[in-house]
């Protein structure tokens, strides 16, 4: 294992697609040179009737050195060239008056649309005209890069869900693992179950499916809940494999010929990541047990206003320990437990990147890092065809990441060999 | 075409979002958030739903997935099977009272339900061309109608 360390790379998926730092889009604006002497008046002026509103990243004067004499010369955008169906449209009056009254001779520049978001961009940007550029500050870890012990434990989560993946009849599915980083414990885990849903176990046992494989899963958790190594470095052998990852064609359901023998329903919506989702949402009704009577004390709300109240999540998880003090302890609670909300704080760990269903299902139950090791080129909506964490309209943002690592070719292989997918 | 032709079919479908709406109420009752939706397959409501996010704990649990949840237990445990359990739903309409999100958009894209007829946009998450457009052409949202539970 140690032998293809090198190999193994944990890359961040931003929010935009890569542009090469000079194809950044551009937007047009009329500028013009000015004496120095009104540079002060001119931009006062200016930001009262032609304000830059989407563009606050780029700076309204430019400061040149002229070639003959050392002389500087500013310059300033004076608007927005706005061209509609009847062509370039003029200056705003406003702007007209200023243009004569100080006798500019206006030309037509360019300027980047967007704000840089690394330092590259940035030297491209100020070519065109100058910009100001905020370094980003992220708030999610491993933005800025991992660790040597958190990538470590990135990839054993992640090896535990290509072994997940690997179905009783051979097939390759996808799987999902959903993990606390604070305390490095495995939440809930499930893998496709399209064609394997248990319908009436989901009403008997309150959606408590995925036993089998959490408890396959756990077992190679040592009693902490960290993660051990695996017994042995093999984890998916190429061979007489099929990709049935329900991501990577979630419309071909209805074409899988019947199979008399298998016992079970099939459920077009149960994607490895639906499943974890369920078998976590399970998990925390179990450990977090309310009552109707103090239904209103458990339930954190959901605005945020009252959400972050130190006090009532101390108050929340008080009772829990003193109410539950005297029952056996499962197998998952922990000393002090705090109920989260959902999964805020939690990862999840995919073998292949999510279909569009399952990416904003990750959005609902507040995901903070989503790592996959594979692509989904026709139907992946973090990135490869949508690119969710970019939609800033959402109500809650995670943070993506690619993992690369050997075991992962074994699958690819495969599924090459198998089905022409990948 | 986005509105239906005759008469008789928008007090239909006026019918059938108010049963939607009605779940949406049962949902407000509840502490859930209020959308609820009814599937129609032959003129005949066959599921309807409302979101059970709050009791279950899983934000993934929209009025759509229990209303499909429902058709899927119900077809199968009478015996049909995959391909004609996908043809029932590619004759059913879905009324439902916000525009589904995201999730919901692809689930019916991916059940491939013939219809969807929804109240209000969702500006936040819609799926249905609010944010993303992920029903395919032979989806009908009728964006003209506006629904609001009081």
Not at chain 1, 231 to 240: A, F, K, M, Q, Y
Not at chain 1, 391 to 420: Q, T
Not at chain 2, 57 to 77: C, K
Request: glycine share 6%; net charge negative; with cysteine.
């Amino acid at each position: 294992m140690d032998a293809h360390r090198d190999t193994c790379q944990i890359v961040y998926i931003p929010d935009k697609p890569p542009v090469a730092p000079d194809q950044q889009p551009t937007v047009n604006v009329f500028a013009s040179v000015i004496e120095p002497k009104h540079a002060n008046t001119l931009i006062r002026r200016l930001n009262q009737i032609a304000p830059l509103e989407n563009l606050r990243h780029v700076k309204r004067i430019q400061k040149k050195k002229q070639a003959e004499g050392g002389k500087t010369e500013l310059s300033v955008i004076l608007c927005l060239a706005i061209v509609d169906e009847k062509g370039l449209n003029g200056f705003p009056v406003d702007v007209q008056e200023l243009v004569n009254a100080y006798n500019l001779s206006p030309f037509m520049a360019q300027v980047c649309k967007y704000a840089a978001t690394s330092k590259e961009e940035w030297e491209e940007q100020c070519k065109l005209w100058p910009t100001s550029f905020h370094p980003p500050t992220y708030n999610i870890d491993g933005i800025t890069g991992f660790s040597e012990e958190d990538a470590q434990s990135v990839l054993s989560f992640m090896k535990m869900a290509m072994k997940l993946a690997k179905s009783g009849d051979g097939s390759i599915l996808n799987a999902a693992v959903i993990v606390d980083p604070s305390v490095q414990q495995i939440i809930a885990s499930g893998q496709d179950q399209v064609f394997s849903w248990h319908a009436s176990r989901t009403k008997a046992s309150g959606g408590n499916i995925p036993v089998r494989q959490s408890e396959s899963v756990r077992s190679y958790s040592d009693s902490n809940g960290a993660p051990a190594a695996l017994p042995n470095g093999s984890l998916i052998t190429p061979e007489n494999l099929l990709v049935e990852a329900s991501c990577l064609k979630p419309w071909q359901w209805s074409k899988k010929p019947s199979d008399i023998s298998n016992p079970c329903y099939s459920h077009p919506l149960r994607h490895a990541v639906l499943v974890a989702i369920e078998s976590s949402a399970d998990r925390d009704r179990r450990l977090f047990p309310c009552s109707e009577d103090n239904e209103q004390n458990c339930l954190e709300p959901m605005e945020s206003s009252c959400a972050d109240s130190p006090a009532k999540r101390q108050k929340t998880s008080l009772e829990y320990v003193e109410g539950k003090h005297s029952s056996p302890q499962t197998e998952d609670s922990y000393p002090g437990a705090v109920r989260p909300y959902l999964c805020t704080g939690y990862d999840i760990y995919l073998v292949w990147e999510p279909c569009a269903m399952c990416a904003m299902a990750l959005v609902h139950q507040r995901i903070r890092r989503i790592f996959y090791a594979l692509p989904n080129p026709n139907a992946g909506a973090l990135g490869s065809v949508h690119r969710l964490q970019g939609e800033k309209s959402l109500n809650h943002h995670y943070a993506v990441f690619r993992v690369f690592m050997p075991e992962v070719l074994d699958i690819v292989e495969s599924g090459k060999a198998a089905n022409g997918i990948c | 075409m986005d509105f239906p032709k005759e008469e008789g079919d928008s007090s239909k479908t006026i019918a059938y979002m108010e049963l939607a709406i009605e779940q949406a109420k049962d949902a407000l009752n509840c502490l859930e958030v209020p959308v609820g939706c009814v599937i129609v397959e032959d003129g005949k409501v066959v599921a309807s739903g409302r979101n059970r996010t709050t009791e279950t704990r899983n934000a993934t649990r929209h009025a759509e997935m229990e209303a499909i949840d429902v058709l899927l237990e119900q077809w199968q445990s009478n015996g049909l099977s995959i391909s004609e359990v996908a043809k029932k739903f590619s004759n059913c309409t879905l009324y439902v009272t916000c525009e589904p999100c995201i999730m919901c958009a692809a689930a019916l894209s991916i059940i491939g339900i013939k219809e969807v007829y929804y109240g209000c946009p969702n500006d936040k998450f819609g799926g249905c061309g609010s944010i993303l457009s992920l029903h395919s052409s032979s989806f009908q949202p009728l964006s003209g109608f506006s629904f609001f539970v009081p």
